[in-house]
């Protein structure tokens, strides 16, 4: 029985379609036309789209993008949670077993390189944590600090700690707590392959580069465009969680930049200027992310400003969309 469910909605993703790319960079227009053309349902593949209230600073789809076709996991998780791969994969195989996606291709679309590589190579698996262990750890790491508890982890499982950067409190108190919870490391789990949701035979897979220079003018003017439409006010909302600044979703760029606006110690207009500049490092790192870790049996786009049929290199459209 255990197996069967650890083994649900694994392998049964036929001609799915994998969009990939840094911010800014135009996919989600890309699958939402993408997925109107051959009758699909977009899933969310980024991180920072899962989390509810930051709707303009994570640049979600629009109301009315996402009412031309079934889109998910979009804005389904309070940014008071920490949200992981593990937790996006099995949301996905939540959806395949609840037939959300029955009679529809999924198109797959966002820039976080590990959820599509656990789409295509599988991921780990990782032993259940109780909540009072997840939740005592997560006290430890805010009462405590990242360092000590990274001390703590050099004592207990020294192989993971040296992998670790010793202020990167939310790798550490995982590694702890699942220590704790199983009595073996990490490493020891993660060395166990999975197996891959996606059929990547029967995939198409899409991999965003557009020009520097091109990329930087779309990130400037997008986040003027949040500003306008309230990104400051949303920034508040968040705020008045009185969130752990360490969680991910604090993390979000413009966030901090923003929040410092708000309490008055930093000026607007250098907020802003620093959150673009964040933006445009962060582009940079996915960019760099994507040329490394994706193959060959990746399609480079360096521009889609005409669409899918600018992309198709002169053939037709059936020729690079998923076969019936």
Do not use: C
């Amino acid at each position: 029985m255990e197996d069967s469910v650890r083994d649900a909605g694994r392998g049964r993703l036929k001609a799915a379609v994998l969009i990939a790319g840094p911010t800014a960079s135009g996919k989600s227009a890309l699958a939402l036309e993408v997925a109107e053309r051959i009758g699909g349902a977009i899933v969310n593949t980024d991180s920072m789209q899962g989390y509810s209230v930051l709707n303009l600073l994570t640049a979600r789809p629009t109301v009315s993008d996402m009412a031309r076709v079934p889109h998910h996991l979009y804005g389904h998780v309070h940014p008071s949670t920490p949200y992981s791969t593990g937790a996006w994969l099995r949301d996905v195989m939540r959806l395949i077993d609840e037939g959300a996606l029955a009679g529809r291709r999924p198109v797959f679309v966002g820039g976080t390189g590990l959820y599509f590589r656990a789409l295509l190579q599988g991921l780990s698996e990782m032993p259940e944590i109780p909540a009072s262990v997840r939740d005592r750890w997560r006290y430890e790491l805010m009462e405590r600090g990242p360092h000590k508890l990274h001390r703590l982890l050099t004592r207990e499982d020294p192989a993971t700690a040296a992998l670790l950067q010793p202020s990167d409190g939310q790798r550490i108190v995982r590694a702890l707590e699942v220590l704790e919870s199983s009595g073996k490391s990490i490493r020891e789990w993660q060395a166990v392959a999975g197996r891959p949701l996606v059929d990547q035979g029967s995939a198409r897979l899409f991999v965003i580069e557009p020009e520097r220079a091109e990329l930087v003018r779309r990130i400037e003017e997008r986040f003027d465009r949040m500003l306008d439409l309230g990104a400051r006010e949303e920034v508040q909302d968040l705020l008045r969680f009185n969130l752990d600044p360490a969680l991910p979703a604090m993390k979000a760029i413009g966030v901090r930049e923003l929040a410092a606006a708000i309490a008055g110690d930093l000026d607007e207009r250098e907020a802003i200027l620093r959150a673009k500049i964040a933006t445009r490092q962060y582009a940079k790192r996915q960019t760099t992310w994507f040329r490394n870790q994706f193959g060959p049996e990746w399609k480079r786009i360096q521009s889609i400003s005409g669409g899918i049929d600018s992309i198709s290199s002169g053939s037709p459209t059936e020729a690079w969309l998923p076969d019936d």
